[in-house]
C-alpha cells in the first residue's frame, strides 16, 4: 500500500515535471521580422529568391521550428531576360577578377499571399518608412518602389493604408526583429554625401520615429529584439580601396622617392591650394571609384592617370543629390557621430519599451578586427569578395554574412530568453555555391484571392521598374560597374 | 678524435631511439602513455609501489635496488584504437555532416630495459621507451568537416633513460637518472579561402607541417624511491621532470586546384611557393607517481596507486612561421593537472601468475580545447594478465581495455568551434620478455 503511494507520488512528479515546459517559453509561435534591404535579403545589389530564402529572417525562422514564414519572393532570370534589377558577382574580364552582372532580378512569385509577409524588410526604407509609409507610391523613391512589393499597400493593392508596423501585428508575433536605422545613416556613404536632414536623419527625427515604432510593437508576451546599425568604416563598400595609387599588377601601392602617392580629390588641402589635391588621411575612397580609377581618374599624371578628382557627393538644395566616391575625414566622422547617435537611442527606446539590443555595431567591428571565426578553422574576414561575410555589392551581406547575423540572433535570444533553440548549420551557407540560377518558368496565377489580378501586378511592377530601386546603391557613374578588384 | 667518438655515440643513441619513436592514440590522459610494461600493464598500471622487473627504469627506478641479476627485459604494445567517432552539431559542422570516423591504425609501441648490477648495492640501469604519443588521424581526410583543423595530427616520442639504483638499506632504495628524450611532430591540414564566384569555401592547398628528425630533443630526469618496512608492505614514489622540446620544421604547401583558372591563379599568387621554415616548442609535463602495495595470505599482492601529472605547462601552442609573411598560428590549450587512480591484483600460482587491474585516468584537457587534433576524455581502464617467471628468463602478456567518456562540446564555449560529440575506446595488448643472467 505504502509502496504504490511511493510509486504514485513519483509519478505525479514525472507528469509535473513533463508538464513543466508548457509553462515556460522555450520556442516561438510566429516570427515577423522588420527592417530594409538588409532584412529583405539583398546581395549583390538585388533581391532574388535565391538569396531570399538564405535571408537571416529566414533562417531564424526555420531555427524555430516555423514551417509557414512567407517572404515576397522575387524570380531570378539570365541576363538575357528583361528583368527588374542587375545581380553582380565576381566574373572574369580582361584577365582580372572583378565584379560585374551576372544576372537580372524577376517578378514576384508569392504575389497573391492573403495574408502579410513574415518578412517585412523594406529595401531602401529608414526608420520613419516603418510607421509612415501607409501607401506606396509604385513611381516613388527606393523604399515606395519595395514597398509596393514587400507591403503591398500601393493604391488599390491589398494593403492599401497598412505600414509595415500594422502589418507586422496583424500577424499578432511572439517574435519581433527589428534592424533598421541603416538607411538613416549609411545611406551617406553609398552617396558619398554627409548632409544632415537628407543622408543623414536628425536625431530628434529617428528618435520620434523609432520610439512609434517600439511603443506600437510592445505587447505582453512578445519578444522584441532591436539590431543596431554598423560602422561606415567596417563595410568592404568603403574599406576596400586604399586612399592611394595601387599598382594593378602587384595590387601593392605604388611608392615615389619612398612615399606612397595619395589619389586626387576635389578639396584644397594645408599643402595644396587649387584641386586636385592628395586625399588627406582617413578618406575613405568607396567601391563607386573603382571604374573611376580603372579610366585614370584620381590618378595623378605622373603615375599615368588623367589628374582628375574623383568625385565628392554634395547636396545641391532644394533636391539634388550629387552622388560621388569619397567620405573625407570630416564626413567619416559626422557618419559616425550620427550613427552612434542613434545607436544610443536605440539602446534607450529598446530598453524603454521592454526590448533587448543585439549589438550589430560591435559584432562588425569585431569582423574588421579579427575577422569573424565561424568554426572548423575556417575564418571569414570583411574583405571585399573573397572575406565570405559582404555580398558582392559591399554593402551588403552574402548568404554566410546573413548566416552570422541569424546565428546572433538565436545566441542572442537563448541569451536574453532563457531558450535552448540550436543554433543554424552554418556550413549550409558555407559550402553551398551561390550562383546564379534560371527560373524555367515563373509561377503565373491569373487572379489571386484580392481584387487585382496578377497580369496587372505584373504591368505594375514593369511600369515602375523596380529595377531602378536598387541601382541606387550603386553610385557609379557607369550603369553597370565593372569593378577591378585592388585598385 | 675524442669529439668524432663523442657525436658518434649520440648518433648510435639516436638512432636506437627512433627505432623506438612510437605514436600512440592518445592511450591514458593526454598524449602520455603509462603503459610501459607487460607485468605493470596486468595490474591497471599501479606498478610504482612493486617494480619488480626491469620496467622499473619507467615506473620507480627505485626497484632496482632488490634487481640483484644481470638482466633485460624487451617488449611492446599493440595499441589499436576500437572507436574514433566524432558526431557533428550545429552550427558547425552541422548535423548533416553525419558520423565520422578516425582511421584505426593499430600503433607498436616498443620497450628495452637492462640491468647491470654495479655493486651490491649499486645498479645500472638503462630504459628505451615512449611515454608520450598522439596519433589523431581522420579517415576521408579530404572529406572530413574538420579538415581544416587537422586531417592528421602526430606527436612521436622515444625517452633514453638511464638510472642509477643505491639500496640503502635491505628495505629501503632511492634511484637518481637522467632522461634524453627524442621527439618528432607532424600535424596536416587543408586551407580554405572563399571562392569568390561561388561565395562558398573551397579546399585551396593542402599544408603540412613536419619537425625534422634530429636535433628535436631536451634533457631531464627522474628519480624514486621505495621502502619496504615489513614483508608484507612497501610504498614508493617516482618523479619524472618536464622537459621542454623546441621543434624545428618544415611547412609544406601544396595547391589544390579549384577547378576556376583565374580563381587558382590568384591562390597561387599568395601560396608559399618552396618549404617554410617553422618552429614549435612543446613543454611535456612532469609527473609524480605514489603508491603502496600489500602482500596479502594466499600469494595474493593488491597495489594501489595516485598518479599526478603537471599538464597545466601545456597551455598554449605556438606554431611559428620564420616568414614573417605568413601568419603564425596560436591556440590557448589551457590543459589543468590531471590525477589518475589505479589498482591492481596478483595472485601467484608458482610460477604463474594471474592479475587484474583497474584504473581511472583523468583528462587534463578542458572541453574548450577539445577538437580534431585531439579530444581527450576521462577514461575506466581494466586490464587483464599473465606470467610466467624463472630465475633465468619470463614472459607476461596484458591486454588493457580502454573506454572513454563521451565528450560533447555541443553548446560549449570551443576554440576550434567545431561542435559535436566524440566517443573513443581502444585496446592495448602487451608482451615483455625477460632474460637474467
Known amino acids: ?487 | 678524435m675524442t669529439r668524432r667518438g663523442r657525436v658518434r655515440s649520440t648518433g648510435i643513441l639516436v638512432s636506437l631511439g627512433f627505432f623506438f619513436l612510437a605514436a600512440a592514440p592518445a592511450s591514458p590522459a593526454g598524449f602520455s602513455v603509462f603503459a610501459q610494461g607487460a607485468r605493470a600493464s596486468g595490474m591497471g598500471l599501479a606498478f610504482t609501489a612493486v617494480a619488480n622487473d626491469p620496467s622499473a627504469i619507467f615506473y620507480n627506478p627505485a626497484g632496482l635496488g632488490w634487481q640483484k641479476h644481470f638482466s633485460s627485459q624487451a617488449g611492446g604494445s599493440l595499441l589499436t584504437k576500437i572507436d574514433g567517432e566524432f558526431e557533428g552539431a550545429n552550427p558547425f559542422p552541422g548535423t548533416g555532416f553525419g558520423v565520422e570516423e578516425q582511421h584505426k591504425t593499430t600503433f607498436f609501441l616498443p620497450t628495452f630495459y637492462a640491468v647491470v648490477p654495479l655493486t651490491s648495492t649499486v645498479n645500472f640501469g638503462l630504459g628505451i621507451f615512449a611515454p608520450y604519443g598522439l596519433g589523431f588521424r581522420w579517415e576521408d581526410a579530404e572529406q572530413f568537416s574538420g579538415r581544416f583543423i587537422a586531417q592528421n595530427a602526430v606527436i612521436q616520442s622515444s625517452d633514453i633513460n638511464p638510472v642509477v639504483s643505491f639500496q640503502l638499506s635491505p628495505s629501503f632504495a632511492l634511484a637518481v637518472g637522467a632522461d634524453y628524450r627524442l621527439s618528432k611532430v607532424m600535424l596536416e591540414r587543408n586551407q580554405p579561402a572563399i571562392n569568390p564566384f561561388t561565395q562558398s569555401i573551397v579546399d585551396v592547398a593542402h599544408v603540412k607541417l613536419d619537425s625534422e628528425l634530429v636535433d628535436n630533443s631536451g634533457w631531464g630526469w627522474n628519480a624514486g624511491l621505495l621502502w619496504k618496512p615489513t614483508t608484507m608492505f612497501s610504498v614508493g614514489a617516482a618523479y619524472r621532470s618536464g622537459i621542454e622540446i623546441d621543434y624545428e620544421g618544415e611547412a609544406r604547401f601544396t595547391q589544390r586546384p579549384t577547378g576556376n583558372p583565374a580563381f587558382d591563379a590568384a591562390v597561387a599568387a599568395t601560396l608559399p611557393a618552396g618549404r617554410e621554415n617553422v618552429a614549435v616548442t612543446i613543454e611535456f609535463p612532469a609527473t609524480w607517481n605514489f603508491g603502496l602495495a600489500l602482500s596479502l595470505p594466499g600469494e595474493l599482492l593488491l597495489s594501489l596507486e595516485a598518479d599526478w601529472t603537471d599538464w597545466s605547462v601545456f597551455d598554449s601552442l605556438f606554431i611559428d612561421f620564420e616568414n614573417g609573411a605568413l601568419p603564425d598560428l596560436f591556440r590557448e590549450t589551457l590543459w589543468k593537472d590531471s590525477w589518475a587512480y589505479r589498482g591492481g591484483l596478483e595472485k601467484r600460482f608458482g610460477n604463474f601468475a594471474v592479475r587484474a587491474g583497474y584504473y581511472f585516468d583523468e583528462s587534463p584537457q578542458p572541453l574548450a580545447d577539445v577538437g580534431p587534433i585531439l579530444a581527450d576524455a576521462d577514461r575506466n581502464a581494466y586490464t587483464l594478465g599473465f606470467g610466467y617467471e624463472t630465475e633465468r628468463w619470463g614472459v607476461d602478456v596484458s591486454d588493457i581495455f580502454i573506454d572513454f567518456d563521451e565528450r560533447d562540446t555541443r553548446g560549449e564555449e570551443n576554440t576550434d568551434r567545431f561542435f559535436g560529440t566524440y566517443k573513443e575506446s581502444a585496446n592495448l595488448l602487451a608482451i615483455s620478455l625477460r632474460l637474467s643472467f
Not at chain 1, 197 to 203: D, E, K
Not at chain 1, 237 to 245: N, S
Open chain 1, 1 to 487: 500500500m505504502k509502496k504504490l503511494f511511493r510509486t504514485a507520488a513519483s509519478g505525479g512528479a514525472l507528469l509535473a515535471l513533463l508538464a513543466a515546459p508548457v509553462y515556460s517559453q522555450t520556442s516561438f509561435r510566429k516570427y515577423v521580422a522588420l527592417g530594409d534591404s538588409l532584412t529583405a535579403g539583398v546581395e549583390g545589389n538585388c533581391l532574388v529568391e535565391r538569396h531570399q530564402r538564405r535571408s537571416y529572417p529566414k533562417l531564424v525562422a526555420d531555427q524555430l521550428g516555423i514551417a509557414d514564414f512567407q517572404q515576397p519572393l522575387l524570380s531570378e532570370v539570365p541576363l538575357s531576360t528583361q528583368g527588374t534589377g542587375v545581380c553582380l558577382g565576381a566574373i572574369v574580364a580582361g584577365g582580372t577578377i572583378t565584379v560585374g552582372p551576372v544576372s537580372n532580378q524577376g517578378v514576384p512569385l508569392n504575389a497573391t499571399l492573403p495574408r502579410p509577409y513574415d518578412n517585412l524588410g523594406i529595401p531602401g526604407a529608414n526608420a520613419a518608412d516603418l510607421v509612415d509609409l501607409r501607401v506606396a507610391n509604385p513611381a516613388g523613391n527606393t523604399a515606395n518602389r519595395s514597398a509596393a512589393v514587400v507591403l503591398r499597400n500601393f493604391p488599390g493593392g491589398p494593403f492599401e493604408g497598412k505600414s509595415a508596423l500594422d502589418q507586422a501585428n496583424l500577424l499578432a508575433p511572439d517574435l519581433v526583429t527589428v534592424w533598421i536605422g541603416n538607411n538613416d545613416v549609411l545611406g551617406a556613404a553609398l552617396s558619398a554625401a554627409a548632409v544632415d536632414g537628407v543622408t543623414l536623419t536628425p536625431v530628434a527625427v529617428f528618435d520620434a520615429k523609432y520610439t512609434q515604432l517600439m511603443t506600437g510593437l510592445r505587447m505582453t508576451g512578445r519578444t522584441v529584439v532591436a539590431l543596431n546599425i554598423p560602422d561606415v568604416s567596417a563595410l568592404a563598400f568603403t574599406k576596400t580601396i586604399p586612399r592611394v595609387v595601387v599598382n594593378p599588377t602587384t595590387r601593392q601601392p605604388v611608392v615615389v622617392g619612398g612615399q606612397t602617392v595619395p589619389l586626387l580629390g576635389p578639396r584644397p588641402t594645408a599643402t595644396c591650394a587649387t584641386p586636385p589635391c592628395p586625399l588627406p588621411e582617413g578618406t575613405l575612397v568607396t567601391l563607386g571609384a573603382s571604374s573611376l580609377l580603372a579610366l585614370g581618374i584620381g590618378i595623378p599624371t605622373s603615375l599615368g592617370g588623367t589628374g582628375a578628382a574623383l568625385p565628392d557627393g554634395s547636396f545641391s538644395p532644394p533636391s539634388t543629390l550629387n552622388q560621388g566616391v569619397l567620405l573625407y575625414p570630416d564626413e567619416v566622422a559626422s557618419i559616425q557621430q550620427r550613427g552612434n547617435e542613434l545607436n544610443a537611442r536605440i539602446a534607450a527606446i529598446a530598453a524603454a519599451n521592454g526590448a533587448t539590443v543585439l549589438d550589430i555595431h560591435a559584432l562588425f567591428d569585431e569582423m574588421v578586427a579579427h575577422g569573424y571565426h565561424i568554426g572548423g578553422g575556417i575564418t571569414l574576414t570583411t574583405s571585399f569578395l573573397t572575406g565570405g561575410i559582404f555580398s558582392a555589392d559591399g554593402f551588403h551581406a552574402s548568404n554566410i554574412g546573413y548566416a552570422i547575423v541569424a546565428t546572433e540572433i538565436i545566441e542572442h535570444l537563448n541569451d536574453v530568453k532563457g531558450t535552448d533553440l540550436e543554433l543554424p548549420d552554418v556550413t549550409q551557407a558555407l559550402f553551398t555555391p551561390d550562383v546564379p540560377f534560371s527560373t524555367a518558368a515563373v509561377p503565373d496565377p491569373s487572379a489571386g484571392p484580392f481584387q487585382y489580378s496578377m497580369g496587372t501586378w505584373k504591368d505594375l511592377v514593369t511600369a515602375t521598374g523596380f529595377a531602378a530601386s536598387f541601382e541606387v546603391l550603386y553610385p557609379t557613374p557607369g550603369k553597370r560597374p565593372g569593378k577591378s578588384l585592388g585598385r
